[in-house]
């Protein structure tokens, strides 16, 4: 897989997560626990220096503990 192609997308992806996170007021900690995963990887998720994909599941429960779409995290900010 070409990862540098597709680098401004996770870059993307994790700084739409951290955005979403912080407006809800859940810490980094807190969605890793209600999505079943640890803080650790909801950490480099959101890292906009790592490269890092996660599984569309994963993305559907950050969504959904988030309140928003999958769209919202995927799309660009511009």
């Given at each position: 897989?070409d990862?540098?192609k597709?680098?401004?997308h996770?870059?993307?992806?994790?700084l739409?997560?951290?955005?979403?996170?912080?407006?809800?007021?859940l810490?980094?900690?807190?969605?890793?626990?209600?999505?079943?995963?640890s803080?650790?990887q909801?950490?480099?998720i959101?890292?906009p220096?790592t490269?890092?994909?996660?599984?569309?599941?994963?993305l559907y429960l950050?969504?959904?503990?988030?309140?928003?779409?999958i769209?919202?995290?995927i799309?660009?900010?511009?």
């Amino acid at each position: 897989m070409d990862t540098d192609k597709y680098r401004d997308h996770f870059i993307e992806l994790g700084l739409n997560i951290k955005f979403y996170r912080n407006k809800k007021g859940l810490t980094q900690e807190q969605l890793a626990e209600a999505v079943h995963l640890s803080k650790q990887q909801i950490s480099r998720i959101e890292s906009p220096n790592t490269m890092n994909s996660t599984t569309l599941q994963t993305l559907y429960l950050i969504a959904d503990e988030l309140d928003v779409s999958i769209h919202q995290l995927i799309k660009p900010n511009k």
